[in-house]
């Protein structure tokens, strides 16, 4: 019983009943109407020949007289299938015609009778069944009564029939109906217990587990596809989110570590105005170190999650880049690096002028950081080109590089090839980037320079793009 109301609690069985039940109203209303509409076309043409039929015998009767009529009548009554035929005396006394008896009342009102009348023939057996007929009364001058009828058995039979073979019918289509919903019902109940079973496993944490899916394509593969894909998403970014926490509190646990062994020595060594001041600079600096962490990932979130504070305008492109780069020159002049630019004299977009001066200046510290060395000349080259459908922004070094496979890992936060850890840095440059890259609707390439690396912006110049775009 229990199975039966979680069946009835299923859409697609409710759905299939509302329509059974639709089909069958509109089936019955179907058949009432044709079958009235049939007895109603019987019925006039009925009336019709009893019509044409006293119009007949009126002839006879103008021509023969009474004698004349009463032997038409009566011969037209013996003929096989004839119709209903009666003559009466004023008394009511039957003088001719093929009935025997007739319904009390008919023969008191002259024309039509107005519904379906019973009688009796004389070939019925004794006791047989009664008829019934629709037929016509007229009165004679001599008070004497002639009825003319036509039979309208079959007419019942008929819709006797039909109404019989209508029950018979909705009553197979009842059958029908609850054998495919119980084989139908029982199929999508085992999919969706396998599915509440997956579904169960996974709240209770594992997070490996797939929705079953049988391959036969219908809505519920289609949404335990969806699922599944959702699924390994969420799967995804929880192995990122324990992988950023591991590096957070691994990038973290070094700094805090120094400033507390730094604090101790300077506490417990004799009080010197000139080292404390060293140490607390030192401090400082960690201190300064991991609030810039904290920034980039406060901007990685907020440039992720689309922030209102992200404005965008219609800015020159080339002359933001310019700056930076004019910004970074002395930098590069320090780290033995030529810096080269190669912009347009002007290239418009619509983008978010900090956020891209951001970008740039996260691409040129990686490349100083990771390509420049100081027992030769590096070259860091800045570009920014143009199509029709794109704007792209360049930074290539002639440095040691990425491998291919890890330039996909690199995107990560907290990820670095410095496994040590012994250079600065926190592993969220090229991260704030892609951040950056997207929420203006395109992506981050990283190509091989040959040697060294280049890494492009690329964002569409079409507004409406944003979005659509994936991140390389």
């Known amino acids: 019983m229990g199975r039966f109301r979680s069946l009835m609690r299923m859409t ?61 009548i009566d011969r037209r009554s013996r003929q096989p299938g004839a119709s209903l035929y009666l003559v009466t005396d004023p008394s009511g006394r039957i003088l001719a015609g093929n009935v025997a008896s007739l319904q009390a009342g008919v023969l008191d009102d002259r024309g039509q009778t107005p519904d379906a009348f019973s009688y009796e023939r004389y070939s019925d057996e004794t006791g047989g069944r009664f008829h019934l007929a629709i037929a016509e009364v007229v009165a004679l001058r001599n008070g004497m009564r002639v009825l003319v009828g036509r039979d309208q058995s079959e007419q019942l039979r008929f819709r006797g029939v039909v109404q019989s073979a209508l029950i018979l019918a909705l009553a197979l289509m009842g059958v029908a109906a609850l054998i495919a919903w119980f084989f139908v019902g029982r199929s999508a109940l085992k999919r969706l217990d396998g599915v509440t079973a997956a579904s169960t496993r996974i709240l209770s944490g594992d997070l490996s587990e797939r929705l079953p899916v049988t391959g036969a394509g219908d809505e519920f593969d289609r949404l335990s596809e969806n699922l599944n894909t959702l699924l390994a998403r969420i799967s995804l970014l929880q192995v990122g989110l324990q992988e950023v926490s591991d590096n957070i509190a691994h990038d973290l646990r070094t700094p805090l570590t120094r400033l507390r062994t730094r604090a101790e020595a300077a506490l417990s060594a004799p009080p010197d105005a000139r080292e404390a001041r060293e140490v607390l600079d030192q401090m400082i600096a960690e201190c300064d170190q991991m609030i810039r962490t904290f920034d980039a990932l406060l901007m990685i979130s907020r440039v992720e999650a689309g922030s209102d504070q992200v404005m965008k305008s219609e800015i020159d492109l080339a002359a933001i880049v310019a700056d930076v780069v004019d910004l970074y020159e002395p930098l590069a002049e320090d780290a033995s690096a030529d810096l080269v630019l190669a912009v347009p004299p002007a290239l418009k977009a619509y983008a978010s002028r900090e956020l891209i001066a951001q970008a740039l200046s996260n691409l040129l510290d990686n490349a100083l950081k990771y390509a420049a ?21 360049c930074v290539s070094d002639d440095g040691p590089g990425i491998p291919a496979d890890l330039r996909e890992r690199v995107l990560e936060r907290f990820y670095r090839l410095d496994k040590s850890r012994s250079m600065p840095g926190s592993g969220l440059g090229l991260s704030l980037v892609r951040a950056i890259a997207r929420i203006h609707g395109g992506r981050l390439l990283l190509a091989d320079a040959d040697p060294g690396l280049t890494v492009c912006l690329e964002v569409p110049k079409d507004e409406r793009q944003a979005g659509e775009r994936g991140d390389g």
């Open 12 to 72: 697609a069985v409710r759905l299939s009943a509302v329509y059974f039940l639709l089909f069958a109203i509109c089936a019955v209303v179907l058949v009432v109407y044709v079958t009235a509409t049939a007895s109603t076309i019987v019925e006039e043409q009925s009336r019709q020949a009893i019509t044409d039929e006293l119009s007949d015998l009126e002839q006879v009767y103008q021509q023969s007289g009474i004698i004349g009529l009463v032997r038409t």
């Open 373 to 393: 060395a100081p027992d030769r000349q590096t070259r860091i080259s800045v570009t920014l080109t143009e199509d029709e459908a794109n704007w792209r922004l």
